[in-house]
């Protein structure tokens, strides 16, 4: 069987969901579809139920995932024999968001691409808050992540940085800051803020500790929606300060004081513990261990 289908099933088996896959493995819904039809073809047997709201693996859809965990991890193995120790090659699958990509990723792929050059590197950016996922349904071998209070034990994680979380709001519309006392009443002051992810998880725990309930306007994914909607008036955010400091909108924004202080950001590779064994996944750790 092809190895690309192979990886779409299994991609598939993890997302169950045709629209999620097929927007992260770059293939149509109906190519995508096509696919699975041709696998159920050959087996003889159904791997997925499907319905017009749900999709669940079918038993010999369960098995046949053991399978295609195991040729692909036997792929793999038989790669990493193939390269020796200082010429590597094969592929390397990066996720991370755009500010990482931007402000984290070349200190360290400089140095990688210097040394293995014949490593193929394929870097794919989006929503921080989804990094952990994408090492869940294995669709990247490393990402840049913001390690979360409780990091999975089957998660190895490389401290890189780390950056505050701070409240911001617009420069051009100082009023959307509804005061009480000369303090912010965060009763009236309309919060933009993550939909879900660490960003979430902290201010999740600050509000649990207050005895009030916040006026949110709109729950976003994304940090760069965030300062979007702060630049155009819509309310106050709360995000990471890094991204701020990457971000074109930083003149348009200033970072109030008068805000509660949450725990900060740290930074870094993050990776299945059994990846280490793979040559190119060390040999970018032992860069990490450089800085």
Not at 17 to 44: D, K, M, N
Not at 139 to 147: C, F, G, L
Not at 206 to 231: C, D, H, R
Request: charged share 25%; glycine share 4%; hydrophobic share 40%.
């Amino acid at each position: 069987m092809d190895i690309r289908n192979l990886k779409l099933f299994r991609h598939l088996a993890g997302t169950l969901h045709f629209a999620r896959t097929s927007q992260a493995c770059y293939i149509t819904p109906s190519a995508l579809t096509r696919v699975i039809q041709r696998l159920e073809s050959e087996l003889g047997e159904k791997l997925f139920i499907r319905d017009n709201r749900t999709v669940a693996l079918t038993r010999a859809g369960i098995a046949f995932k053991k399978y295609a965990d195991d040729v692909l991890q036997r792929r793999d193995q038989l790669s990493n024999e193939l390269s020796s120790k200082d010429v590597l090659d094969g592929e390397l699958t990066l996720y991370c968001s755009v500010t990482a990509a931007y402000g984290i990723f070349p200190d360290i792929m400089a140095q990688y691409r210097k040394r293995h050059p014949r490593v193929r590197v394929h870097l794919e950016t989006g929503d921080a808050a989804r990094a952990l996922q994408k090492l869940a349904t294995q669709d990247a071998d490393v990402v840049i992540a913001a390690k979360p209070d409780f990091l999975p034990k089957n998660l190895q994680f490389k401290t890189l940085s780390s950056t505050p979380l701070v409240f911001i709001a617009p420069l051009a519309q100082p009023d959307v800051i509804v005061r009480k006392s000369g303090q912010i009443d965060w009763e009236k002051t309309p919060l933009i803020i993550p939909g879900h992810g660490l960003s979430r998880d902290r201010i999740d725990q600050w509000l649990a500790t207050e005895n009030f309930v916040p006026k949110i306007y709109s729950q976003v994914a994304g940090n760069e929606a965030i300062i979007v909607m702060v630049t155009l008036g819509y309310g106050i955010g709360l995000l990471p300060r890094l991204v701020l400091e990457k971000s074109p909108f930083l003149n348009q924004v200033e970072i109030l004081d008068e805000t509660p202080a949450l725990p900060q950001f740290v930074l870094g590779l993050c990776t299945r513990r059994k990846n280490l064994s793979n040559p190119r996944i060390k040999a970018l750790w032992d860069i990490a261990d450089e800085k």
